[in-house]
């Protein structure tokens, strides 16, 4: 009897735990249509503003043979410390949503560290931080809370310090690094290189509309939208790792539920066995004892 009290103990906790787990996987899928809503409109602008630096940097590299002149378009500066920026959750329970962000970060580290190349961390997210400072890595810069609840204004203030080092160049390099959102079931991890902003690459497609500027203005325009560019990105970056952030833990606390689930069915199974058990050796007792009285 006492393995029957047991296994309803057992059935009470997972039942309960199931009832967490379904009602975070609805709470977190009202914020992900939220936050998928909010991060398609900030991806359009977030387009529309690359596409516009794109194309008035593509007529200054056509207007001039030694290309962009500025310290942002400056890639033959040798690289000797860059600073990595990196996004991740402030709670867990969200699969490997964070782990993934934290090897990413991992493996540039070793990277750049086997090639002599010092690194500054700047973490926004409670999880990343609290991984690096137990691993006893320095974070020169961190951000608790931004994450889980993006604001422009703050957003602008995090990353004016890392553009501030990269302008009076003691850095060389600024990546940003984030879990961004793909669809309902998919993240996609993103690495972007954020400064300096390389424009070799960078080709006019026949069929792209061209932007008139006059000539002694493109370069003041240019230099105009950068800043702007910057800050969206580092903005539009913790809006996508939002959405997926709750998609990660829609889907986690999904599998959990499921999980439960059927760790309810079997220990209700194990349940009637052990019951059935219990019957069937009252009932072989009962009769011995009738027979011994005979």
Do not use: W
């Not at 782990?99 to 086997?114: A, F, G, H, P």
């Not at 990269?166 to 690495?191: A, P, W």
């Not at 080709?203 to 370069?219: F, H, L, M, V, W």
Request: charged content about 30%; aromatic content about 6%.
């Amino acid at each position: 009897m006492a393995n029957l009290k047991e296994i309803q103990r057992k059935i009470k906790s997972v039942s309960g735990t199931q009832k967490t787990t379904r009602a975070m996987k609805l709470v977190s899928t009202a914020k992900l249509r939220r936050a998928e809503e909010l991060a398609k409109r900030s991806s359009l602008y977030a387009k529309k503003l690359n596409e516009v630096i794109s194309k008035i940097a593509t007529s200054i590299k056509d207007n001039h043979e030694g290309g962009i002149e500025g310290l942002y378009f400056d890639t033959t500066r040798a690289v000797k410390r860059v600073a990595i920026v990196f996004v991740t959750a402030d709670k867990g329970l969200c699969g490997g949503f964070n782990s993934q962000t934290i090897k990413t970060v991992n493996r540039l580290l070793k990277d750049y560290e086997s090639k002599n190349i010092a690194v500054d961390l700047h973490a926004v997210g409670k999880k990343g931080f609290e991984y690096f400072k137990y691993n006893k890595r320095d974070i020169k810069n961190h951000a608790i809370g931004l994450s889980a609840s993006p604001d422009y204004d703050k957003a602008v203030h995090f990353i004016a310090s890392v553009v501030e080092d990269f302008s009076n160049k003691r850095v060389d390099k600024v990546v940003l690094i984030h879990n961004g959102y793909k669809n309902m079931i998919t993240q996609e991890l993103k690495v972007n290189q954020l400064l300096p902003i390389d424009v070799s690459n960078i080709e006019r497609k026949d069929n792209d509309p061209t932007i008139e500027i006059e000539a002694y203005n493109e370069e003041v325009v240019l230099e105009a939208l950068l800043k702007k560019y910057i800050e969206y990105n580092m903005y539009y970056a913790l809006i996508d790792s939002l959405a997926a952030e709750h998609s990660a833990r829609m889907q986690a606390m999904d599998s959990a539920t499921n999980n439960a689930k059927e760790m309810v069915k079997g220990l209700k199974i194990k349940f009637n066995k052990a019951r059935q058990e219990s019957i069937t050796t009252e009932l072989i007792e009962i009769i011995s004892g009738v027979e011994s009285m005979k």
